[in-house]
């Protein structure tokens, strides 16, 4: 795929999907906050949380994307 192409399909996604882009804005907004008030290691331990909620948000789109633009 041209890169064009994922963003037409990353705004496509977005606008059809538009809860789960608005909580993956919510972690990471959440996440910021708790790495700004955090201290020493639990800003590391606070954004692999905040990527692995992302992720686990993001399994629809995935599929989505897996069935129609990666398999045959």
């Known amino acids: 795929m041209?890169?064009?192409?994922?963003?037409k399909l990353s705004i496509y996604?977005?606008?059809k999907n538009p809860f789960v882009s608005l909580i993956n804005i919510a972690?990471?907004?959440v996440a910021t906050l708790?790495?700004?008030?955090?201290?020493?290691i639990i800003g590391l331990f606070l954004g692999s949380l905040?990527?692995?909620g992302i992720v686990f948000n993001m399994?629809?789109?995935?599929d989505y994307v897996e069935k129609k633009?990666?398999?045959p």
């Open 69 to 71: 633009f990666i398999s």
């Open 34 to 40: 708790l790495f700004i008030e955090g201290r020493g």
């Open 59 to 62: 399994r629809k789109v995935f």
């Open 13 to 15: 996604l977005a606008l």
């Open 2 to 7: 041209k890169t064009i192409d994922i963003i």
């Open 27 to 29: 972690v990471l907004i």
């Open 50 to 52: 905040a990527a692995y």
